[in-house]
């Protein structure tokens, strides 16, 4: 029995010392029926893009499409160090110059356009009522890290308010992208956090939401295009392109994006 | 004289060393050695380094403290469902962190089924504090202290303690006097291994306590955050973490295995 335990724990050590990251998950290993398209998304798309994956395929049973989501500044790195995407459809424009860069895009074309606002938890524990309100004592405020396009339009909004120092200081937890905001306070663990628009399209009554004021609040562009060197490049441009149909734009609606022009 | 491998044990070998050493060899080759003097001398390395070692070092206390009893427990118990107990113990450590650090959160969490009552009772919160980064650095880590230490016991012969008994020590003394000594290497094996798997906890430390420098971003959160803005300075932190990491498994070296 001690010989077991001891097996037992050189291998469990093993494991556990390896077992240090978990990472977003990566497309699927199993055998293509049909060209196997991956994308890259934005978090904030997940839902919506889920949506339109599904038309697309449904409209091309010759095409699966797999998506990744993540922080797009990071899904952009990934794009450069592995080039394993067919199509990028970013949260930010800086994002997207990077890949533009190394190793190239085409067809690139806006094709949403997110808000800011602000979400609490439904009981609204510290009384937030306003954009002021995050600057109040031992309030619990939680944003996207530097670097995450919600994250960086967040202090955007939070400078031109001129409260960013004061917010800053409430700041409890940068997370490492835009769902992992939205966690935090759909679990109630965080008092306040600044969002896009379209997350309370999904989060719906698990959150509850406070404007901020337009003389203040950012637009973000999102947008989408082919990138060099894939594999299938008819494919991915029949997918970015599809984004931008009617079919595709009134999925994006509902998910509460508005349109590129603005 | 040694016993000469057959090649193919000698070729399997050498792919699996190589295989486990490149990620750490391109991490080297591929560092921006340019730019690691204003790397490491910035405030988020030194801040977030301090803030691991502290926090690696109360997990491992707090695994000690409650792990080695456990181990104890399961080694020395008679009781039904100590397999049960002991698979549950170590459970953690074939899960996901970020599994565990959501358990963490609907346990512990400010409106979890234990936190809620802390919260409301006591004003205490978890997440988002240095004491909540502990918690699920421990959560991941302790199970390595808690096999360790019951491995060693079970290769002692349960004669000793029994003859320590005899002489009149209480129970207490004897653990405390015969068998704790006697397990002492595999004890400090187990708590190496703790504290280094404390110092790469990621997941469950993310997911519970959020992600602040100074109060809970770990060196670990300090890398996955550089990688957004900065890449270079990644790779430079994750060899800070390769470097401490080796330096104390080489100085444990056989010990973990039991083998001295």
């Known amino acids: 029995m001690s010989r077991r335990v001891r097996r037992w724990t050189i291998l469990l050590a093993v494991a556990g010392l390896t077992a240090g990251c978990t990472d977003s998950s990566s497309p699927g290993t199993s055998p293509p029926p049909a060209t196997q398209l991956t994308v890259f998304a934005a978090s904030s798309l997940s839902k919506a893009f889920d949506q339109i994956g599904q038309d697309f395929q449904t409209l091309n049973p010759g095409i699966r499409v797999t998506f990744d989501y993540g922080s797009s500044t990071e899904l952009a790195a990934q794009i450069q160090s592995e080039g394993t995407a067919d199509v990028f459809a970013s949260a930010s424009g800086t994002a997207m110059d990077t890949v533009q860069d190394d190793p190239g895009v085409s067809n690139r074309t806006n094709f949403a356009t997110n808000r800011l606002l602000i979400i609490t938890p439904p009981d609204n524990p510290a009384g937030i009522d306003s954009l002021q309100d995050l600057t109040k004592d031992g309030v619990q405020l939680v944003l996207a890290a530097e670097g995450v396009p919600v994250g960086d339009y967040a202090r955007e909004v939070l400078k031109n308010a001129g409260i960013l120092d004061q917010a800053l200081a409430n700041v409890v937890s940068n997370e490492e992208d835009d769902a992992s905001v939205v966690g935090k306070i759909t679990s109630g663990e965080a008092d306040v956090a600044i969002v896009y628009t379209s997350d309370i399209a999904v989060a719906g009554d698990t959150v509850r939401s406070v404007d901020i004021p337009d003389d203040v609040n950012v637009t973000a562009t999102y947008p989408i295009a082919v990138v060099t060197g894939s594999p299938y490049p008819d494919q991915a441009r029949a997918f970015a392109s599809y984004v931008t149909t009617i079919e595709g734009q009134d999925v994006l609606e509902q998910f509460g994006f508005g349109p590129p022009g603005g | ?260």
């Open chain 2, 1 to 260: 004289m040694r016993a000469r491998l057959p090649l193919l044990v000698i070729v399997l070998a050498a792919l699996g060393a190589a295989f486990v050493i490149l990620p750490v060899v391109a991490l080297f080759v591929r560092a921006p050695w340019g730019q690691i003097g204003t790397t490491l001398s910035g405030v988020g390395a030194s801040t977030a380094l301090r803030l691991s070692l502290e926090v690696s070092l109360a997990a491992t206390a707090i695994s000690l403290l409650v792990g080695v009893p456990l181990a104890w427990v399961l080694a020395r118990g008679a009781f039904r469902g100590r397999d049960v107990l002991r698979a549950l113990v170590v459970l953690p450590i074939v899960l996901p962190p970020v599994v565990g650090g959501i358990g963490l959160l609907v346990a512990l969490g400010r409106g979890g089924i234990v936190g809620r009552w802390l919260f409301e009772a006591f004003g205490l919160q978890l997440t988002f504090t240095t004491a909540g980064a502990v918690l699920a650095t421990t959560f991941v880590s302790m199970p390595l202290v808690v096999l360790a230490t019951e491995s060693g016991l079970r290769g002692l012969d349960p004669r000793y303690e029994r003859a320590a008994a005899a002489m009149g020590g209480s129970s207490w003394y004897a653990f405390r006097r015969v068998t704790l000594p006697m397990v002492a290497p595999q004890l400090a094996a187990g708590a190496v291994l703790t504290w280094a798997r404390a110092l790469g906890e990621f997941g469950a430390t993310i997911t519970f306590a959020g992600n602040l420098a100074g109060r809970t971003q770990t060196m670990p959160l300090a890398v996955y955050e550089a990688r957004q803005v900065d890449p270079g300075g990644a790779i430079l932190l994750s060899l800070i973490l390769v470097v401490v990491s080796a330096g104390v498994l080489i100085a444990v070296g056989g010990r973990l295995i039991g083998l001295r």
